[in-house]
């Protein structure tokens, strides 16, 4: 059991997912808005310190946190997007 654990861990890639937040400015309307990127981070899987079942677990759950995030970072891009188009038209 503990050889099939290690092979998976070692096949699989550990990452997490998260919304991250960036400003841009935009020169046409001199504003600066807000928007949402998705950004992962690695964790150290491939170095075989992923031995037991509840790390596998987490590694099972990466799909389910990026489809969460992802649909953060969707909902408040549109946000973002209808306050710069707002305040681009109040600067006009």
Partial sequence: ???ITG??????TG???????????????????KKLIL???EFGMRQGSCQNEACIA???SIPVQALVAGSIVVAGNTVFWLEKEGKCI???
């Fill in 1 to 3: 059991m503990k050889l």
């Fill in 7 to 12: 092979i998976i861990a070692f096949l699989l």
């Fill in 15 to 33: 990452c997490a997912y998260y919304p991250k937040q960036i400003e841009y400015y935009d020169a046409e309307c001199n504003i600066t808005y």
């Fill in 39 to 41: 950004k992962n981070s």
């Fill in 58 to 60: 987490t590694l099972l």
């Fill in 90 to 92: 109040l600067k006009e």
